[in-house]
C-alpha cells in the first residue's frame, strides 16, 4: 500500500469509518453535500424519531426534516435562506410524546472556504428539562410548606396562652355555671393543637433514617391529619386496622405517601357521600396499607398515565404526589399497586417488606 496521499478506496474506507462513529454519538447527526442531499443520518435520529433512517439517506433534507417532525417548519425556512441555528431548542410532538430538542445547523466550509455541506445535530434534552421543571416545582413546594409551618408555629403561640387563661377561668367561682362551655372550648383548642403538632411533624423534611414503627399508630396519626380535609370536602374516612409486627421504615416518607393517596382518594370522591377506607394488614413477610374510595374511578388513558411526571387531570394538580410516592416506596423495596373502576372508585395498596 502507498503511503502518500490516500487512494479512492481509502478515501471510501475513511467514509464508512465516519458514518460508522456516528452511530455510536448519543447526538442526532445529519450530514448533506452542497446540494442539501441529505449523505448521513445517524441511529440517534432513528432513536429520537422513532422511525428507521435507512430510507432518508439520499433526500433532501428539507423532505427528511419535514418528515421527522411538522414543527421543523421555521428551521426549514431558516436553512432554505442560507442561515444557521446555535443552540435552538425546540419541543416537538412524536408519536403523542412531547421531546425537547438541542438544534444547531451549521455551514460545512472546505479550506478554500467553499460551502460543501450542512451539518445538522439535535440533542434529545427531555429527561434534563423535565428534571429541571420538577427541581423547580419542587423547591416552590418547599418554600410553600415552608411558609405554612411557619404560619403553623405562629398559631400554636397564642393557641397555648388562650388555653392556659380559659384553664385559669375554669377554676374561678365566677365561671363555675360556665365550667361545661369551658370544657368544650378546651377540647376544641386541644384538636386544633393536636393538629398543627401533627402538621408540622409531617411537613418537617424527613431525615430519612429507617426505624422500626407501629404502622397502625402512623397511618391512624395521619388519618387524624387528613380529618379536617375530608371533612371540607364532605368525605367521611374510615379505618380497618389488623393487629401486626413493627415493620421497619422511614416514618417520615411513609407518611407522605399515606398523605398524597388520602388526599388524591378526597379529592376523587362525589360532592356526597365520598367514603375513604383506609386499612392495614399484615402477612409472614410484608405489610399491606390499603387506601379506597369510592370516587370517580380512572379511565384506562388515566390509569396508563399516571406516576409519570407531571400527568394531572386537576385545574390545580401538580402531578407530582404519585411520583413522590413511587420513589418512597421504591426505595423502602415495597410495591404499590392500584385497582379502579370508572364511576366506582379507586384502591391503591402499599405493600411493605417487614423487613425494611
Ligand atoms: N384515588 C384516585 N381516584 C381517581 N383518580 C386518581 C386517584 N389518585 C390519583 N388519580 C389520578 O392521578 C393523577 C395524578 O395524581 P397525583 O400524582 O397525585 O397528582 P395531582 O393530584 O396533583 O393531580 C390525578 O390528577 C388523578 O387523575
Ligand atoms: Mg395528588
Known sequence: MSKGLPCEKEKFLDAVRASYVFDYLTSGIIVTNECLYCTVVNKSIGTIFNLDVSTLVGSPVQEVLRKLAPEFETMIKEINSGGMLSDYELAVNISKEIKYLLINVRQILNEDNIFIGLAVTMRDITTLKLRQEQDRVID???????????????????????????????????????????????????????????????????????????????????????????????????????????????????????????????????????????????????????????????????????????????????GLGLVVCWNIITQHKGVMSVHSTPSKGTIFNVNLPLGG
Not at 374516612?237 to 415493620?247: A, C, D, Q, R
Open 140 to 318: 416552590r413546594l418547599t418554600a410553600m410548606s415552608q411558609l405554612a409551618s411557619c404560619l403553623a408555629h405562629e398559631v400554636r403561640n397564642p393557641l397555648t396562652s388562650v388555653k392556659g387563661f380559659l384553664q385559669l377561668a375554669s377554676l374561678k367561682e365566677n365561671y363555675v355555671f360556665d365550667r361545661n362551655i369551658i370544657r368544650l372550648m378546651l377540647d376544641d383548642l386541644m384538636s386544633v393543637e393536636a393538629m398543627i403538632t401533627e402538621f408540622l411533624q409531617a411537613t418537617r423534611p424527613s431525615q430519612g433514617k429507617i426505624a422500626l414503627c407501629d404502622l397502625n399508630r402512623l397511618v391512624y396519626k395521619t388519618v387524624l391529619l387528613m380529618e379536617a380535609y375530608a371533612r371540607e370536602n364532605n368525605v367521611v374516612i374510615k379505618t380497618e386496622f389488623k393487629k401486626g409486627p413493627l415493620v421497619e421504615l422511614d416514618e417520615g416518607s411513609i407518611r407522605q405517601v399515606l398523605i398524597n393517596l388520602i388526599k388524591n382518594a378526597i379529592e376523587a370522591c362525589p360532592n356526597q357521600g365520598g367514603e375513604v377506607t383506609v386499612s392495614t394488614d399484615y402477612d409472614n413477610s410484608s405489610a399491606r396499607i390499603g387506601v379506597e374510595d369510592n370516587g370517580q374511578g380512572m379511565s384506562k388513558e388515566v390509569l396508563d398515565n399516571i406516576g409519570k411526571a407531571y400527568f394531572t387531570t386537576k385545574e390545580n394538580g401538580t
